[in-house]
């Protein structure tokens, strides 16, 4: 999995007083894929009012779940989607759930709506944001059955793991969205970032495993993702695939 390169704060983080777990990229689409985005984005993609930044959130704004057909049945949030291929295949195997993507990077989800046409996926939008606001304000307390974040960005180096995606902060975000009994589904093949997660979770306020554990902690792998780029690289390069489940505990 490639490692952004990071020389000095990007424009990502520039309005925001916090580190952003991103970088911004700015591959262009060509003009077919342009044009086919542009068809499908009325389709899929959630108008989001912004705040300073051009992947912020602005705090009123709230998404509206019973607009994603079919309307009810439970919700399914996955965070940092990439392509696609996770949330493309569980949405058109799962048509009674309600998928939202959430990502940053605009080819990756011009990708992720050209694959939910071409499989007749309609249960599926698309949120161009950075996931924490998102988990912020965005998503109503108690609202979202499942949370996935599968091969986040590993942040290598010792200086960048302050930009990780899942820290303390997130987790608690996580806690806020999910019903009691909702599940937060992590997958990492950068070890070191899986011990830290399941560490922090070990640790936090609101969650308890979910199913089966090995005495280490790990969750079996979840038969729900589809095996990414990401994750077959990972997985060529020698890297173990590390799954984390863990439950919502009951608010009191
Ligand atoms: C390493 S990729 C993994 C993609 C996908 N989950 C997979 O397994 O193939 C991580 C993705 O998370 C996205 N991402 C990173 N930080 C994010 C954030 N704060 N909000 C939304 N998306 C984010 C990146 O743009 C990238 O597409």
Known sequence: MPEPVVTAPGPASSHRSVPVSFVRRSRRLSDGQQRLW????????????????????????????AAVPPGDGPVVVEIGSGQGDAVVTAASARP???FVAVEVYEPGLAHTARSAAAAGVDNL?????????????????????????FFPDPWRKARHTKRRLVDEAFLRLVARVLVDGGVLRFASDWEPYAEQVRDLLVAADGFVPHGETTPDGWAPRFEGRVLTGFERKGTAAGRVVHDLAYARTPRG
Do not use: M
């Open 96 to 98: 009674g759930t309600r």
């Open 38 to 65: 542009d068809e499908q984005r009325p389709r899929y993609l959630v108008d989001v009012p912004r705040a300073a930044a051009s992947t912020s959130v602005a705090p009123a704004f709230v998404l509206d779940l």
């Open 125 to 149: 939008r698309l949120v161009q944001a950075n996931a924490p606001e998102v988990l912020a304000s965005a998503l109503p307390e108690a609202s979202v059955d499942e949370v996935w974040v």
